[in-house]
């Protein structure tokens, strides 16, 4: 441990992989992967609020997964719908502030409403900043924020001069919280999947091999604990971020 070093992650970012695997291995269908995932995912939150860690990002649904089989997407959308009407009610007395990122048109108006209720209904809440990743792909949240910008310069609002680090970084998702200090992939896959690619220049990289359904808190702590070991140097030399000056 180093003294500038923080034991705790301000905003940890999750890729929860491995659900089908993990229903594969006990000859169940995929879908029971998902329950269990869903069910793994209530007790991270409550784990992460618990910490007081301030923000939780987790990638649910890709810009990708619409390639899965129908029936797996269909699956996944009702899973998701029936998650939120169940959970806010919780969520909300928890002082859970929720958040959707992702490109929402593509989902049914039943969805994008649930959605922005959970999000108008915990708005003011001051707990645990949770960001849920749905049809997100960080390449389109990139060129989101490009188009966004470029509206702005085109109305007369900024100068191409004007875009910088600072002001693409609140064009992007997520603009609200600090970046992600931890990244955390279950699942045994060592890719980022076209998650936060803007967001995670410095972030701490962990993977474990534990299929989501089996991420218990336990497992949460062991990641924080490998972040607790590192030296986060930004560029610097280790004696710089130590204070030691050789
Ligand atoms: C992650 O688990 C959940 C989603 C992508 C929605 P997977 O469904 O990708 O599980 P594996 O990778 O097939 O085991
Ligand atoms: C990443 O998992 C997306 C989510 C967890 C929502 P995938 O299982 O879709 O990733 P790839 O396709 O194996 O890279
Ligand atoms: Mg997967």
């Given at each position: 441990m180093?003294?500038?070093?923080?034991?705790?992650?301000?905003?940890?970012?999750?890729?929860?992989?491995?659900?089908?695997?993990?229903?594969?291995?006990?000859?169940?269908?995929?879908?029971?992967?998902?329950?269990?995932?869903?069910?793994?995912?209530?007790?991270?939150?409550?784990?992460?609020a618990?910490?007081?860690?301030?923000?939780?990002?987790?990638?649910?649904?890709?810009?990708?997964?619409?390639?899965?089989?129908?029936?797996?997407?269909?699956?996944?959308?009702d899973?998701f719908?029936?998650?939120?009407?169940?959970?806010?009610?919780?969520?909300?007395?928890n002082?859970?502030?929720?958040?959707?990122?992702?490109?929402?048109?593509?989902?049914?108006?039943?969805?994008?409403?649930?959605?922005?209720?959970?999000?108008s209904?915990?708005a003011?809440?001051t707990?645990?900043?949770?960001?849920?990743?749905?049809?997100?792909?960080?390449?389109?949240d990139?060129v989101?924020?490009?188009r966004?910008?470029?509206?702005?310069?085109?109305?007369?609002?900024?100068?191409?001069?004007d875009?910088?680090v600072?002001?693409?970084?609140?064009?992007?998702t997520?603009?609200?919280?600090?970046?992600?200090?931890?990244?955390?992939?279950?699942?045994?896959e060592?890719?980022i999947?076209?998650y936060?690619?803007?967001?995670?220049?410095?972030?701490?990289?962990y993977f474990?091999?534990?299929?989501?359904?089996?991420?218990?808190?336990?497992?949460l702590?062991?990641?924080?604990?490998?972040y607790?070991?590192?030296?986060?140097?930004?560029?610097?030399?280790?004696?710089?971020?130590?204070?030691?000056h050789?």
């Open positions: 180093t003294a500038s070093a923080s034991t705790i992650p301000n905003h940890i970012a999750i890729i929860m992989d491995g659900n089908g695997r993990w229903a594969k291995n006990r000859g169940l269908p995929r879908a029971a992967g998902h329950q269990s995932g869903f069910r793994t995912t209530r007790d991270i939150v409550e784990a992460c618990r910490r007081e860690i301030k923000a939780l990002t987790l990638f649910a649904f890709s810009s990708e997964n619409w390639a899965r089989p129908e029936q797996e997407v269909g699956l996944l959308m899973l719908l029936r998650g939120l009407k169940s959970e806010v009610s919780k969520l909300h007395e002082n859970v502030c929720i958040n959707f990122i992702g490109e929402r048109s593509a989902f049914s108006k039943k969805l994008q409403q649930e959605m922005s209720s959970a999000e209904r915990t003011d809440n707990g645990l900043n949770l960001s849920v990743a749905v049809n997100y792909g960080g390449r389109w990139i989101n924020a490009a966004t910008l470029a509206k702005q310069v085109k109305q007369g609002n900024m100068t191409p001069e875009i910088t600072e002001t693409f970084s609140s064009a992007v997520l603009s609200n919280v600090s970046e992600p200090d931890l990244f955390i992939r279950t699942g045994g060592k890719r999947s076209n936060l690619l803007w967001h995670l220049a410095y972030t701490e990289l474990t091999d534990v299929l989501y359904p089996d991420f218990t808190d336990k497992e702590d062991k990641a924080i604990e490998f607790a070991g590192r030296q986060r140097r930004f560029g610097k030399t280790g004696d710089q971020v130590t204070g030691k050789a």
